[in-house]
Structures are given as structure tokens and as C-alpha cells.
């Protein structure tokens, strides 16, 4: 059983490359690696030279849209040009994060879409407390033939089949095993076409709760839990759950759905 990992981070430095390879030795193999802005475009194409598991994504994170440089958009197209197998992303839209520009991430937003789309990119999306400004963008543009991912998917389930319809895939993460989110998680098992579920850790974010943690990772300087890679192995378990599936079958599901979604087989 192989596992694939449709979001995460291993350029941080939270995440010390020992924590990846014990990953691997747990299970699991292909893994989205995704960049937030061009101060770790470059690392993230490093870890893709150290091991062809690791594949690649560039994108400018809404958080780091009020720091970005000029020409960011300039550099990531260049970066996506010199990597034609990487997709665009992390990307979005957040009204969580303080002091946050509205415009400005739409513009960031529909920029890196734009590339998605002229490039035939994959394209990842974070979308957080801005579900509405999403929607409006979504059913107005033209979108990534290949489809998108909704990482860490949060949204009201009334709006999966019309987002699915519109190439939506939607990943499943230790967000979904918190108590308060069992309506999150209920869409994946009643809602959520299985043809369109994946399996995320966002390591070294969205570190689960200890009774679901296959190994640990030392806190970040602020004291923050840091979340292992090779926690997406109980992930699936608790997909499998969700699903009512074996931990295999729920593997070779969001194994095939990656594939299909990312490189586009």
C-alpha cells in the first residue's frame, strides 16, 4: 500500500528532511510539494531533484501577497516554464488572515488561475472564511482543464456538486478528525464524489491530535505543534472510516485520483 499526499510542505524548515524519509518508510510515496511565495520556489525545486516522489507546485499564498515582490508573477511563470511538470499553487483566498487586502488577492488570485489555465497546469486552492469571493470567481472564469484541488476542503456541502462539476477535487486532512468538524467530514463519506477525494497531511501545519500522530516532530520556535509526514498514514485510516472502506481501498482511491488530477493519467 502506497500513500500520496496531494498537499504539503516539506521546504520548511520545520520539517527536517529525516521526517520525510521515515515517511517513506512508512507508506508514503508521491507527494504535492507545494511553494507559497519566491523566497522558497527554489527549495521546493531542490527537494524535487533530490527525490522524483517529490513533485512540485509554485504559487504566491494569499498571506504572502501583501510581501511579494513586483514581479512575482514574472518569476513564477518562469519557474513554472523551467518546471513543466509542476503545478500552480498554493494560491487563494483568506479573510481569516489579519489586516487582509481583498483586491489584491483577487488579483493574485486570478493571475496564478490564468497561468493555470494557459500552461494546463493543476492548481491548488486555499480558501479560507472567503468561500462567496471563490464562487464568484469560479462560475465567472475559465478554469484549468486538468481541474483543482480544495485543500483541506471547508465549504458548505451544498456547493460540492456544482464545484465538482467544475473540475473540483477536495482533500481530506487532520482537519476533518476534529470533533467540531464531523459535518466536514460526513460530506466525504455522502457528498464528495469518490472520484474527487484525496488525502493531504499540509505537514508541518494542521497538526493532528495526539491520538493520531505516528511520529513527532519538535514544536516551532512559537511552541506550535508540527505535523510529521508520516501522519498521512492516519489519515487514511480514519478516511477509510469515514468511507466505510479498508485503508487500502481508500489508498488506491486517492492514490488513482492524484494521479489523475496532478499528472494527468
Not at 500500500?1 to 498537499?7: G, I, R, T, V
Request: charged share 20%.
Amino acid at each position: 500500500m502506497e500513500l500520496c499526499d496531494a498537499h504539503c510542505h516539506y521546504q520548511f524548515a520545520e520539517v527536517p528532511y529525516a521526517a520525510v524519509e521515515q515517511a517513506r518508510r512508512d507508506g508514503v510515496g508521491l507527494v504535492m510539494i507545494n511553494g507559497t511565495a519566491p523566497v522558497d520556489w527554489a527549495d521546493v525545486a531542490e527537494l524535487g531533484r533530490r527525490d522524483s516522489r517529490n513533485l512540485l507546485s509554485f504559487g504566491l499564498h494569499p498571506w504572502d501577497v501583501p510581501t511579494a515582490p513586483a514581479d512575482w508573477a514574472e518569476q513564477l511563470r518562469a519557474m513554472l516554464l523551467k518546471n513543466p511538470a509542476a503545478g500552480v499553487g498554493e494560491m487563494g483566498l483568506d479573510r481569516w488572515v489579519k489586516d487582509f487586502d481583498p483586491v489584491a488577492q483577487e488579483r493574485a488570485f486570478r493571475t496564478q488561475l490564468a497561468l493555470a489555465v494557459e500552461l494546463n497546469r493543476a492548481l491548488t486552492i486555499h480558501c479560507v472564511k472567503a468561500i462567496g469571493p471563490l464562487m464568484d470567481i469560479l462560475r465567472t472564469s475559465v478554469l484549468p482543464p486538468r481541474g483543482f484541488l480544495l485543500h483541506s476542503w471547508s465549504g458548505p456541502v451544498e456547493l460540492v456538486p456544482e464545484l465538482a462539476q467544475l473540475g473540483a477535487y477536495f482533500s481530506f486532512s487532520a482537519h476533518h478528525l476534529i470533533p467540531r468538524k464531523a459535518d466536514l467530514r460526513a460530506q466525504f463519506a455522502v457528498a464528495i464524489p469518490r472520484e474527487r477525494i484525496l488525502l493531504e497531511t499540509d505537514a508541518p501545519a494542521l497538526c493532528p491530535a495526539p491520538e493520531f500522530r505516528r511520529h513527532e516532530l519538535a514544536p516551532a520556535a512559537d511552541g506550535t505543534e508540527q505535523n510529521h509526514p508520516s501522519n498521512l498514514v492516519s489519515n487514511n485510516e480514519e478516511l477509510a472510516r469515514t468511507l466505510g472502506v479498508t485503508a487500502e481501498v481508500s489508498a488506491a482511491l486517492t492514490a488513482q485520483n492524484f494521479h489523475r488530477l496532478f499528472l494527468g493519467e
